[in-house]
């Protein structure tokens, strides 16, 4: 496609619900990332697939947090039992692979917990 | 661990007047780094990278970035703000061998009629 898609763009949820983000990314691009951007912050790194497995996901905060790309192309970011604390807006980016190559970002998925 | 500072949240200039835009970093290894610019619910759009080949680097929009190493800064200055470019601009640091990128807290642009 022509840029990365998130989806939804918004979700709104009740606290301990579960809910899952998906993230399509630029067409042949092997690197995913997530990234969660709370109000007034810049992004933090969740999670980083290189193909199909996850080779970073030092940046999930706990195991509600889990994240896959089974066919190395769409991923989705599954959090369990959600909490208010995960009001933020979630944010994918995808890249060619390489430590040079440049990250291009969906528009992100606004998640509400209340 | 790499980080990095991005002095002023907030910062206004007036039409015609020059951008400058401070971001400091820290990183044990050579970093490459990078501007990135958010408008109002859109996604991030890279304004520029520098990844260890010309220190002074031209990016899209009008924008310059100057790595100095011995300052452990990598400014966005533009010589003349457009109302165009208020918007919120994030500096982000990367390990050069590493992938993960580690953003500022991000300076709000506003630029003045």
């Known amino acids: 496609g022509a840029g990365v898609s998130q989806t939804p763009s918004n979700k709104v949820t009740e606290k301990g619900k579960y809910v899952e983000l998906r993230c399509d990314p630029i067409?042949?691009?092997?690197?995913l990332y997530w990234y969660r951007q709370s109000l007034g912050q810049g992004p933090e790194f969740l999670i980083y697939?290189?193909?199909?497995?996850?080779?970073?996901d030092s940046g999930l905060p706990n195991d509600r947090f889990f994240a896959v790309r089974p066919e190395g192309s769409v991923s989705t970011l599954k959090i369990q039992r959600t909490e208010r604390g995960d009001s933020a807006v979630y944010l994918c980016?995808?890249?060619?692979?390489?430590?040079?190559?440049?990250?291009?970002f969906g528009p992100g998925t606004r998640l509400l917990v209340l | 661990a790499q980080s990095v500072t991005q002095l002023g949240s907030h910062v206004s200039v007036s039409e015609g007047a020059l951008v400058l835009l401070r971001c400091n970093y820290s990183?044990?290894?050579?970093?490459?780094l990078f501007w990135y610019v958010q408008y109002p619910n859109q996604g991030l759009q890279l304004l520029l990278k520098?990844?260890?080949?010309?220190?002074l680097v031209k990016g899209i929009n009008g924008f310059e970035a100057e790595f100095k190493k011995s300052e452990t800064s990598f400014h966005l200055t533009k010589p003349s703000a457009h109302m165009s470019d208020a918007a919120e601009y994030f500096c982000?640091?990367?390990?050069?061998?590493?992938?993960?990128?580690?953003f500022g807290t991000g300076t709000r642009l506003a630029v003045r009629p």
């Open positions: 980016a995808s890249s060619r692979g390489g430590s040079q190559e440049t990250q291009y």
């Open positions: 067409s042949g691009h092997t690197a």
């Open positions: 990183s044990s290894v050579p970093p490459y």
């Open positions: 520098y990844t260890s080949a010309a220190t």
């Open positions: 697939f290189q193909g199909t497995g996850a080779a970073d």
């Open positions: 982000a640091v990367k390990k050069s061998s590493g992938d993960k990128l580690t």
